[in-house]
């Protein structure tokens, strides 16, 4: 098997009976991630990011098209409960993922809930408040706990699953400076163990750590591959009223001066190395 | 009407085993018509400070006072603090409630009293200024928007009452790169046109540098630093102790002189790094 996820000719249209039939929240997407794979999704508000998310672990199914986990398909009510424990899926808000009043029995509530016998339910808990370094914690209550804290604690919900895959819809975007990077290094660490991720977020920097970018607009799929190929479209991420990293902004601006930037510079660390080289040499 | 707190603290659950000072001996100035930034790592006391500011917390001591009234004075009245001093919630959005945009900015100036004329005036003027129009969106219900025009909603609520002091925590937080500067550029036609005192508390270092005139550093309920954006970015390893970023300019000016890169200057923002670094390589 190649792909773990197969968005195949996916269309998704929300209802709407007082308005005539609108544009398709996601409009003819193909894609496919390969297990082990960090995917990053970007695309300004109301691009389909999210509404395309939701269609990978079946929590709304293709209007057209077909998405299929593990080669199941999300429309196959035989196999939901199987998909949704494949693809797990951690939100914006972590107070609204959160539903009990101890950290440990929030985070047995999935698989309670797959009818796995409490000795591995046990099992389970500790191994995934360890993964996102929460075991100290684990007699807390949640609402004690810093944003960051909160939002991993939601993610081992979903580790305790044993996912192959986790779909993040801006897990980021409600937290401070330190909540985010709590969060994306727990997701480089669940990534390095091999689970799948696909990663929505409006933090370009976050974006330009994963393997793949896609880029997203009214629907459709607008750029695809690795960072580095992704963010040398300046001008074109820009229409989509997007930003980019700020090595590729601060590149794009001295090349408009003449200084022969190198196209494929994404972090800080290459703009130094390349500065510095340059300096020398003239 | 500058705005002077003097030796404010605040302690949470006093005499209670999770008794915490929130605010410890706090004094600064407001200079009217300034754009001030507060920073601090969560749990600094920024939100403290601010629900003072806006009477909604009264300290354990000290004062603040506002055109000379001493708004801790337990017989000030609400109403009139809420007239001088606005508050913008973080995610103001969801507390929005009423049936249409246009009855939803008229709460607060009707609770001020105002005739209904004057507020429908108000009304349209304040979606103006936070760049949407009365026409399209005034009878609609806030809960059809955007996200960023449900922000711009809620913001238009408390500009309606004309605050001399606009306190906006977190203004931009969660939104898209696109409503994310919208809501900038909104804040800085605001400060423009109504000429009041803007207050900003952001964990976007980047915005604060490039919006504010002073900065006020807080952590664990005190006030550590003052100075202008330049003064108080200069203090690079002040502010990673206390376990603050850099706007991203600074942060790449600090790895260029770990290199033995020392630009003159201290950038703030991208187009100064842009200049200095031009400047630097001899190409300008």
């Not at chain 1, 509404?51 to 196999?79: C, E, H, Q, R, Y």
């Not at chain 1, 196209?263 to 080289?277: G, N, R, S």
Request: hydrophobic share 40%; with cysteine.
């Amino acid at each position: 098997m190649d792909s773990i996820i197969s968005i195949e000719d996916l269309v998704f249209q929300y209802k709407r009976d007082d308005l005539m039939p609108e544009e398709p929240a996601v409009d003819h997407v193909n894609l496919q991630f390969r297990p082990g794979s960090f995917n990053a999704i970007i695309g300004r508000n109301g691009s389909g990011k999210s509404t395309l998310a939701k269609n990978i672990n079946g929590l709304l199914v293709p209007t057209a098209g077909s998405v299929f986990v593990k080669g199941w398909d999300t429309t196959d009510p035989d196999k939901i409960w199987e998909i949704r424990q494949s693809a797990g899926m951690v939100f914006q808000n972590p107070d609204n993922q959160l539903v009990s009043s101890i950290v440990e029995d929030d985070v047995a509530f999935g698989p309670e809930n797959l009818g796995i016998e409490p000795g591995e339910i046990r099992r389970r808990v500790d191994e995934s408040l360890y993964a996102v370094k929460m075991y100290e914690e684990r007699k807390k209550a949640p609402h004690l706990l810093s944003g960051g804290q909160k939002q991993r604690i939601a993610i081992a919900g979903v580790v305790a699953m044993r996912p192959d895959c986790i779909i993040f819809d801006e897990p980021t975007a409600m937290l401070d400076p330190n909540g985010r990077q709590e969060v994306m290094d727990i997701i480089q660490k669940l990534n390095g163990e091999g689970i799948t991720i696909v990663l929505i977020t409006h933090f370009m920097e976050e974006a330009a750590q994963a393997d793949r970018v896609i880029i997203m607009d009214k629907g459709k799929v607008m750029l695809d591959g690795a960072p580095r190929d992704v963010f040398a479209k300046v001008e074109e991420i820009r229409s989509m009223d997007l930003d980019v990293p700020f090595a590729v902004d601060l590149a794009d601006r001295l090349r408009r001066r003449g200084i022969p930037v190198p196209a494929d510079m994404i972090t800080d660390e290459e703009m130094v190395d390349f500065l510095c080289q340059y300096k020398s040499r003239t | 009407m500058p705005i002077q707190v003097k030796n404010l603290t605040h302690i949470y659950s006093e005499g209670m085993p999770y008794q915490t000072v929130a605010l410890e001996d706090i004094s600064f100035e407001l200079a009217d018509g300034s754009f001030v930034g507060i920073i601090g790592h969560t749990g600094s006391g920024k939100s403290t400070l601010i629900q003072h500011l806006n009477g909604l917390l009264k300290p354990k001591s000290g004062n603040i006072l506002v055109d000379g009234l001493d708004i801790t004075d337990p017989s000030v009245k609400l109403r009139d603090i809420r007239q001088t001093i606005g508050l913008v919630f973080q995610y103001p959005e969801y507390q929005l409630f009423e049936e249409t945009v246009e009855k939803d900015i008229a709460f607060g100036p009707l609770n001020l009293g105002l005739s209904e004329e004057e507020t429908a005036e108000r009304v349209k003027e304040a979606l103006e200024l936070v760049g949407l129009s009365y026409e399209e969106i005034g009878q609609r219900s806030p809960f059809d928007l955007s996200g960023g025009q449900k922000r711009r909603v809620a913001i238009a609520g408390v500009i309606a009452m004309r605050p001399k002091v606009l306190i906006l925590d977190e203004p931009t937080a969660g939104l898209d790169p696109k409503a994310h500067k919208d809501i900038l550029r909104l804040i800085r036609t605001v400060h423009r046109e109504e000429r009041n005192t803007i207050l900003l508390v952001s964990h976007n270092m980047g915005d604060i540098a490039a919006m504010t005139d002073k900065v006020l550093v807080m952590h664990k309920g005190r006030m550590v630093m003052e100075g202008t954006p330049r003064e108080v970015f200069s203090k690079t390893e002040q502010l990673i102790v206390m376990g603050l970023e850099l706007p991203p300019s600074s942060k790449f000016t600090e790895s260029l002189k770990c290199r033995g890169i020392d630009l003159a200057g201290l950038p703030l923002t991208i187009e100064e790094a842009e200049r200095e670094i031009a400047g630097w390589i001899g190409k300008q």
